[in-house]
């Protein structure tokens, strides 16, 4: 992408230019891109965009049974709701930079928009951050821990294969919850027990079939042994049917706290990965508050469908 950006600056005679106009207002910026995307559409004509849509990808339609994908969406949400997992209905925008400003994910690899959004590329920030705006602004109140799902299409920018089962947009389902701190990891292990029912129950009582847990080790606590031990003895415990295996082989990647988890179907001794999961920083980040909890987690809906 630099080098595509430096031939295309080097062609107008100016290299200064882009940072010139990142140097102007943001909704000056804005106005400006607004018109030049204004000016553009004013000579597409209609055989112009079927021309469009034959080559974008981001277009195309999913192979997908509607009717199936509807009905998955209202019998997972169903299960949620019946275990105290509240559901919201997402916008299909997002804020700018929802998921890059996290950090792991590169700007490139999601669809921006102008008038400071984005397409909706991953929920579980989406739903991170009405957490932290509802904890800010005092109308929502995270202690006891508060438990959110949704169902979401989403729109992703980086290259997939071209074969079947793979589409820049498909369907997840994610769950994300919040609490505070209250000692003896005590927040962390209802989170984590509240995910791991919802998943077990779907892939026990929709699919007729063994729920399995993928548990990794992660950077991000002081006590990362002690903290391990303590989720791994929670779902050996609380969850006596769920087996667990162990990944010791990606520590080092920041994206999850603590731990990480892989979510894992096995049916008809066909073993499927349907979905992970694992403890952010988002809320702490957004709300400056080192005594926030959150966990987050997703299955791919498409996946399960195909």
């Known amino acids: ?25 943001k909704s000056d910026l804005n106005s400006l891109l607004l018109d030049i995307h204004k000016k553009q559409s004013d000579n597409i004509t209609p055989a ?4 469009s849509y034959e080559a974008n990808r981001f277009s195309v339609p999913s192979e997908i049974n509607p009717v199936e994908y509807h009905r998955f ?3 997972i949400l169903d299960i949620a709701q019946g275990i105290g997992i509240n559901s919201i209905l997402l916008s299909p925008a997002a804020p700018f930079a929802s998921c890059s400003a996290f950090g792991c994910v590169d700007q490139n690899n999601v669809v921006s928009a102008t008038r ?5 590329a991953d929920p579980t920030n989406m739903l991170a951050i009405i957490i932290a705006d509802g904890l800010k602004r005092k109308k929502i109140n995270n202690q006891p821990p508060i438990h959110y799902c949704t169902t979401a299409r989403v729109l992703r920018a980086q290259p997939f294969p071209k074969v079947k089962g793979y589409s820049s947009h498909f369907g997840l389902f994610c769950v994300v919850s919040s ?18 029912q919802c998943y077990r129950k779907l892939v026990v009582e929709k699919y007729s079939a063994e729920f399995s847990v993928i548990l990794g080790k992660r950077r991000g606590y002081t006590d990362g042994d002690g903290f391990f031990e303590c989720m791994a003895e929670l779902i050996k415990s609380e969850l006596p049917n769920v087996r667990i295996s162990y990944d010791f082989d990606s520590e080092d990647n920041n994206y999850y706290k603590g731990i990480s988890f892989k979510l894992c179907m096995t049916r008809g001794g066909n073993a499927v990965e349907i979905g992970d999961g694992g403890f952010t920083d988002w809320v702490t980040q957004m ?15 498409d996946r399960l469908l195909m």
């Open 179 to 196: 609490g505070k701190d209250g000692g003896s990891y005590s927040c962390e292990r209802e989170l984590l027990l509240k995910h791991l």
């Open 1 to 25: 992408m630099s080098a595509i950006v430096d031939r295309i600056l080097e062609k107008l005679g100016d290299k200064e230019l882009v940072n010139k106009l990142l140097s102007l207002p």
């Open 48 to 51: 112009n965009v079927l021309k």
């Open 116 to 120: 400071g959004a984005e397409i909706l």
């Open 287 to 301: 709300t400056g508050n080192s005594k926030e909890r959150c966990l987050t987690s997703a299955i791919g809906v």
């Open 73 to 75: 969406q209202v019998e």
